[in-house]
């Protein structure tokens, strides 16, 4: 079993930047490929960065060279920075996590997460 918190959500103005973080127990977390996704009102949960077990990073084209995911195993912790934001990324942000078997694996769908955390708000004004 793995726990999820998350960190570091907030309102802010389009163009500012955060950094979430979420921090995880319970299991050996190097082991785990880790992911962000977001959820606005209305609307389903989308996919926005994954993080591989080797480091390998992926992102939606939404937020790409805008948002970076990042891991630190020492810390049993992933990160995402958040940067030139814009209120169309007004959401809750979840962090999630999947056992995975291969270094190189990563998960953009929902459905594939095994772990949860219980979501930080993050509202972008415009």
């Known amino acids: 079993q793995v726990q999820l918190v998350e960190s570091g959500g907030g309102l802010v103005q389009a163009g500012d930047s955060l950094r979430l973080s979420c921090a995880a127990t319970?299991?050996?977390?190097?082991?785990?490929?880790m992911g962000w996704l977001r959820q606005a009102p209305g609307k389903e949960r989308e996919f926005v960065a994954a993080i591989s077990r080797s480091g390998t990073t992926y992102y939606a084209d939404s937020v790409k060279g805008r948002f970076t995911i990042s891991r630190d195993n020492n810390k049993n912790t992933v990160y995402l920075q958040m940067n030139s934001l814009k209120p169309e990324d007004t959401a809750v942000y979840y962090c999630?996590?999947?056992?995975?078997?291969?270094?190189?694996?990563?998960?953009?769908?929902?459905?594939?997460?095994?772990?949860w955390g219980q979501g930080t708000q993050v509202t972008v004004s415009s």
């Open positions: 319970g299991h050996t977390f190097s082991l785990y490929a």
């Open positions: 999630s996590a999947k056992r995975a078997y291969y270094t190189y694996n990563y998960y953009r769908d929902a459905s594939e997460y095994e772990y």
